[in-house]
């Protein structure tokens, strides 16, 4: 009888010209890591504009987490309707911070990026698991007139550390245009996550440089991670030169 009742409820609609409307599609909010910039979700949002979803890719001023994350916040909360929040690197740390009392976020999803615990850091996870070789890849840091430091890969070891699945042609540009992270930032340790509360997604590439796969692996399962995506040889932009998996992903975590 319910059964029947429904077709007939939907039935009357479409017969009185009432539309039924279909649940809005989550807006998706990009945020990258150290060393990118926004255009390294062009690929991703590309593909996310074909299947009908409005994108945001922030700018992270990338200086602190707790800053960052505040940002970040913004940007989520002029939003109207839910949105699923996308981190890639350290971004996954803001992610896990920014999320926080931000009840229109649907899900997270982790792309080659940092799920710290409460108290843990980007740094201090990084060196947990043997295979990181982001150290040796550093030019000589920046100082700042407020006393901290910048840090930039060095461009001539760029395209093997950071994007050695990428064209050379597009890696000259991209090391050109990476932008800066402080090192208090990587320091900086998070607070409560929010993906002891959210549903979250992770996809990574096993050939990574920077946060090595164990550790990877390790922040997928201890997040509860309801789908793992590992890209065989990719490197840590796997956003770069695997668009397509990146956003099908995403696109999971929306529906």
């Not at 299947?51 to 994350?69: E, F, H, I, M, Q």
């Not at 840091?141 to 006393?147: E, M, N, R, T």
């Amino acid at each position: 009888m319910a059964k029947l009742a429904a077709t007939v409820t939907i039935a009357t609609a479409l017969l009185s010209g009432t539309a039924i409307a279909e649940p809005a599609k989550p807006t998706i909010v990009l945020v990258h890591g150290a060393f990118a910039d926004s255009s390294s979700w062009n690929g991703v949002v590309a593909s996310l504009k074909k299947g009908g979803y409005t994108t945001v890719a922030v700018a992270n001023p990338l200086r602190s987490v707790s800053n960052d994350a505040r940002v970040v916040s913004d940007v989520v909360a002029s939003i109207a309707g839910p949105v699923v929040l996308v981190g890639h690197s350290y971004g996954g740390q803001v992610i896990s911070n920014a999320a926080q009392g931000r009840e229109n976020i649907k899900s997270l999803v982790y792309v080659a990026a940092f799920a710290p615990d409460a108290g843990e850091a980007a740094a201090e996870l990084a060196s947990k698991f043997p295979g990181g070789k982001l150290g040796e890849a550093l030019a000589p840091p920046v100082k700042l007139s407020d006393g901290g430091v910048d840090l930039y890969i060095d461009q001539a070891k760029f395209h093997d550390q950071f994007a050695h699945d990428v064209p050379a042609e597009i890696t000259v540009l991209m090391a050109a245009g990476q932008r800066p992270i402080t090192e208090a930032a990587l320091s900086e340790k998070s607070g409560e996550p929010a993906w002891k509360s959210l549903p979250s997604y992770f996809v990574y590439g096993d050939g990574d440089k920077n946060i090595p796969a164990e550790a990877l692996r390790f922040m997928a399962e201890r997040a509860d991670s309801k789908s793992t995506v590992v890209v065989e040889g990719a490197s840590h932009v796997v956003m770069v030169s695997n668009p397509q998996v990146v956003a099908d992903l995403i696109e999971e975590a929306a529906k």
